[in-house]
Nanobody
Framework: QLQLVESGGGLVQPGGSLRLSCAVS?????????IGWFRQAPGKERVGVSC????????YYADSVKGRFTISRDNAKNTVYLQMNSLKAEDTAVYYC???????????????WGQGTQVTVSS
């Protein structure tokens, strides 16, 4: 059974950095799939932040995080990371990772989701 578990969230000051991890179990990251990162702020819809394809390693980013966030994967550890730099107050949200048996999209059209991890950017 596929499971995704996020970690690495927390409280950080504006301009700071965090690295989120998405550990995938019940599945070996060797086949055609995509893993995405999404976030949801209070009272707002869940939106796509970044995504990575397994087949070609291509990465995708929302305009709001381009140049600040980097998605990467470690197949040996079955883990996908989201490095977040130059954090802003508007990055505050619950961050979720998600899995789909298809190429990347930044729409929340994913079949499996983690439980989320809170990121708060505040001084």
């Amino acid at each position: 059974q596929l499971q995704l578990v996020e970690s690495g969230g927390g409280l950080v000051q504006p301009g700071g950095s965090l690295r989120l991890s998405c550990a995938v179990s019940g599945f070996t990251l060797q086949y055609y799939y995509a893993i995405g990162w999404f976030r949801q702020a209070p009272g707002k819809e869940r939106v796509g932040v970044s995504c990575i394809n397994s087949s070609d390693g291509r990465t995708y980013y929302a305009d709001s995080v381009k140049g600040r966030f980097t998605i990467s994967r470690d197949n040996a550890k079955n883990t996908v990371y989201l490095q977040m730099n130059s954090l802003k107050a508007e990055d505050t949200a619950v961050y979720y990772c998600a899995f789909r048996w298809a190429m990347c999209t930044l729409k929340p059209d994913f079949g499996s989701w983690g439980q989320g991890t809170q990121v708060t950017v505040s001084s």
